[in-house]
């Protein structure tokens, strides 16, 4: 299996296709990096409900905050932010997180990368424009 159809996992059958926070991830990261991922992001963002996800170049879906909490007990739903509000997670598999918004005022789109790629910003995929990196 690649990570892409690991992490399928983490899809919520019932959340819609679509969602204005998406969560990229590149390579093959584990199943676990992924969900923790997705519990910094939903720490973070409290408006966040669904978020989309990409991983390895592979949109794969969406999940919900919902969808989270209870399949998988993830403390997202229960608004403990806790260690994640720096967006940094403790223990194995430390890693950071980036975050985008489109620069356009108003638009709700925004972008969580598991990875640093300086060259490749991400594209809002309504404006066409390149997103910018948030401090
Ligand atoms: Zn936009």
Redesign the pocket.
């Given at each position: 299996m690649t990570a892409s159809e690991d992490c399928r996992i983490l899809v919520d059958p019932a959340a819609g296709p679509d969602a204005g926070t998406t969560l990229e991830a590149a390579g093959a990261p584990s199943v676990g990096e992924v969900a923790e991922a997705l519990e910094a992001v939903l720490a973070v963002l409290p408006e966040a409900e669904v978020v989309g996800l990409v991983v390895g170049g592979i949109r794969i879906g969406a999940t919900s905050r919902a969808y989270l909490d209870a399949a998988f007990g993830l403390r997202a739903g229960r608004g403990e932010t806790g260690d994640a509000a720096g967006m940094t997670l403790p223990g194995p598999g430390h890693f950071r997180l980036l975050r985008y918004q489109?620069?356009?005022s108003g638009?709700p789109?925004a972008v969580v990368r598991m990875y640093h790629d300086e060259e490749h910003p991400p594209v809002?995929?309504?404006?066409r424009?390149a997103m910018e990196l948030l401090a």
């Amino acid at each position: 299996m690649t990570a892409s159809e690991d992490c399928r996992i983490l899809v919520d059958p019932a959340a819609g296709p679509d969602a204005g926070t998406t969560l990229e991830a590149a390579g093959a990261p584990s199943v676990g990096e992924v969900a923790e991922a997705l519990e910094a992001v939903l720490a973070v963002l409290p408006e966040a409900e669904v978020v989309g996800l990409v991983v390895g170049g592979i949109r794969i879906g969406a999940t919900s905050r919902a969808y989270l909490d209870a399949a998988f007990g993830l403390r997202a739903g229960r608004g403990e932010t806790g260690d994640a509000a720096g967006m940094t997670l403790p223990g194995p598999g430390h890693f950071r997180l980036l975050r985008y918004q489109c620069s356009r005022s108003g638009c709700p789109r925004a972008v969580v990368r598991m990875y640093h790629d300086e060259e490749h910003p991400p594209v809002c995929p309504e404006h066409r424009t390149a997103m910018e990196l948030l401090a």
